[in-house]
């Protein structure tokens, strides 16, 4: 077994894993951990051994992550969420219904997707898939996106699956509407309320916005129509666009979206036989450098921010030689 001196990192996720860390989060009698060093999940009562073999608390905490919290509030959401995509009014009505009716909601639930054996095999798909989502989520939050780059591509694969049933892209151009402006503006004020780093961020933009009116978008929205995310290009010759501002909403962060916008960003300029794109990223966004150098982006020039007092204090004073 590895030790567990080492700094402890997820597991990939396999099929198998991802199936058994769902299962254990609807188990409401039990509470479960991911065994970090086995890629197992494992009861808390199946930890009495560890005791035995004289693990340290130090380590036991290392080794065994607790898995994200499920409780029936949670499946209730999803009920609702689902209850109101269907189609068919009478059956959203009748679903609607039966999770108001107070007690045995999830019962009387169940029993009225039962009726309808088309419904039921969608909600359970609808279900599985929010709960792959959930988890996957969990991950990105328990290792951030280095760690991340160590998941399967077929969980990549995935993820794109599950954002493309929710998520249609499109190309807009014009000046932006009020809905594209609103996000725009949301995001931008976020950018100046955010690290030092993102304030100086905010200003470059600020001053290059100043001169340049953005009317070429390319967004990202749900299928019940709202703005999730857009990516802002301008073209600068007959071969070569520029992204200088792009997001996404809150609410659809951690993801993926942006890497499926971006991808249908890219397709639809290779058909508008534009073979080179410039990727402007700033503040919080440098991190995406490892979403592109790994396709063969190169850099084409840097920025860096530095404090005086950081270069003052570590070199004497020049001026002491005009003295």
């Not at 077994?1 to 409401?28: C, K, W, Y």
């Not at 219904?97 to 798909?125: C, H, M, Y």
């Not at 962060?253 to 499926?260: D, E, S």
């Not at 534009?274 to 402007?280: G, H, N």
């Amino acid at each position: 077994m590895e030790s567990m001196n080492t700094p402890s990192r997820l597991p990939v996720l396999s099929e198998d894993l991802l199936g058994s860390i769902i299962f254990s989060m609807e188990d409401q009698a039990n509470f479960y951990f991911l065994d970090l060093a086995e890629a197992l999940v494992v009861r808390e009562d199946e930890l009495e051994f560890l005791e035995k073999e004289g693990i340290s608390q130090d380590e036991h905490d290392q080794r065994f992550l607790p898995l994200p919290d499920w409780q029936p509030s949670d499946g209730f959401r999803l009920m609702e969420l689902f209850a109101n995509r269907v189609r068919n009014p009478l059956y959203r009505q009748r679903l609607l219904d039966a999770l108001q009716s107070g007690k045995g909601v999830f019962r009387k639930f169940k029993d009225t997707i039962a009726e309808n054996p088309v419904l039921e095999r969608k909600w359970f798909s609808f279900k599985d898939e929010q709960l792959k989502r959930e988890v996957i989520r969990w991950y990105r939050e328990q290792e951030g996106v280095i760690e991340l780059e160590q998941l399967p591509l077929e969980h990549e694969d995935l993820t794109e699956d599950i954002l493309l049933e929710d998520f249609t892209f499109e190309t807009y151009e014009g000046k932006a509407t009020k809905e594209i402006q609103d996000l725009m503006d949301f995001l931008f004020t976020q950018l100046e309320q955010g690290t030092e780093e993102s304030k100086v961020a905010a200003m470059l933009l600020s001053r290059r916005l100043e001169t340049e009116e953005l009317q070429h978008f390319h967004l990202a929205r749900t299928q019940d129509g709202t703005l999730a995310a857009f990516l802002a290009y301008l073209p600068l010759s007959e071969s070569l666009v520029e992204v200088p501002y792009f997001g996404v909403n809150n609410e659809y962060r951690g993801m993926g979206l942006f890497r499926l916008l971006f991808d249908s960003f890219c397709r639809h300029m290779a058909r508008s036989h534009y073979p080179r794109i410039i990727i402007t990223l700033a503040g919080d966004y440098l991190g995406l450098q490892r979403l592109f150098m790994p396709y063969g982006a190169q850099p084409m020039g840097s920025q860096l921010l530095m404090a005086t007092r950081t270069w003052n204090a570590s070199h004497p004073s020049s001026e002491q030689a005009f003295l």
